[in-house]
Nanobody
Framework: QVQLVESGGGLVQAGGSLRLSCAAS????????MGWYRQAPGKQRELVAAITSGGTTNYADSVKGRFTISRDNAKNSVYLQMNSLKPEDTAVYYC????????????WGQGTQVTVSS
């Protein structure tokens, strides 16, 4: 059974840091593109950061230089280190696993709330 379990969200003041974790089961994270998405109230879900099976990373322009995505193959987990947080980073953050080659899949976690106060 596939599961993505996020943790690490919370309330933080502007300028602070949080580290989100996504623990995966039922598949191997290094054989998929793992991404972090976020959705703020009234807005569409957007990609924040992703890491491919080959280790290539990409980031939304709004978080470049502040957020870092990483992967621990031994723990089958993905992380999002968020520094210099801004109130506009407030959203529900979702972990995503996507594989565009067979066996194809697209999985979502349940989300974790991040609130940045000014």
């Amino acid at each position: 059974q596939v599961q993505l379990v996020e943790s690490g969200g919370g309330l933080v003041q502007a300028g602070g840091s949080l580290r989100l974790s996504c623990a995966a089961s039922g598949f191997i994270v290094s054989l998929a593109t793992m991404g972090w998405y976020r959705q703020a109230p009234g807005k569409q879900r957007e990609l924040v950061a992703a890491i491919t099976s080959g280790g290539t990373t990409n980031y939304a322009d709004s978080v470049k230089g502040r957020f870092t995505i990483s992967r621990d193959n031994a723990k089958n987990s993905v992380y999002l280190q968020m520094n210099s947080l801004k109130p506009e980073d407030t959203a529900v953050y979702y972990c995503n696993a996507n594989r565009s080659w067979r066996p194809m899949f697209n999985y979502w976690g349940q989300g974790t709330q991040v609130t940045v106060s000014s």
